[in-house]
């Protein structure tokens, strides 16, 4: 069985972010300027010991991705893998919860904890797919015992560790920059076991 390490770093904050709206795939935003300075005071804290371990670099394709990957791997080739796009909100892309208190489609989908599926949104189980047959594309160009990068959105992350490992989805919910790392055991084809933890960038040791 090989063995391989994946940090999935979430995004930078975007202007949408930080009003707290639902940015997805219809919306490829920039990082806003608080995004572009907390991106970069992250650089300067990771130590040395972190980047000499990553082999390669990914990137999902939406700007915020691509910005965020820049910032932190500044000297490094960052690949684009076209999977690695954030999900579709369908009925709530661009809105809030000022714009959702009390709508009554909002309403059914807080009752349903979540798992009711949102009108004209990406099915959770086409995000899960989607993001792991990227994963699998980057795992088909790392060598046993390598270390990789992706930096990403936090449907991708979601969708991964809670597909990987079984456990709740909403349990992986991820603040902007904060990053999970994943172990993986793979017999060429598949993933046949993970182990998974949060990273703490700032304190990386």
Sequence with gaps: MAQKKVYLIRHGVTIGNAEKRYIGSRTDQSLCEEGIKEAEELKSRIPASFYKQIKKVYSGPMIRARETAKILFEDREVNIIDEFTETDFGYFEGKNYNDLNGDP???????????????????????????????????????????????????????????LTGENYFHFMTRNLDCWVMNLETDGKNIVATTYDRVDLRNFA
């Design 105 to 163: 489609v909002y309403q059914e989908w807080i009752n349903s904890n979540g798992e009711d599926p949102i009108p004209g949104a990406e099915k959770r189980e086409d995000l899960i797919e989607r993001s792991l047959t990227g994963l699998m594309k980057a795992l088909g160009d790392m060598a046993e015992d390598e270390c990789i990068a992706i930096v990403c959105h936090g449907g991708n992350i979601m969708g991964l560790l809670s597909h």
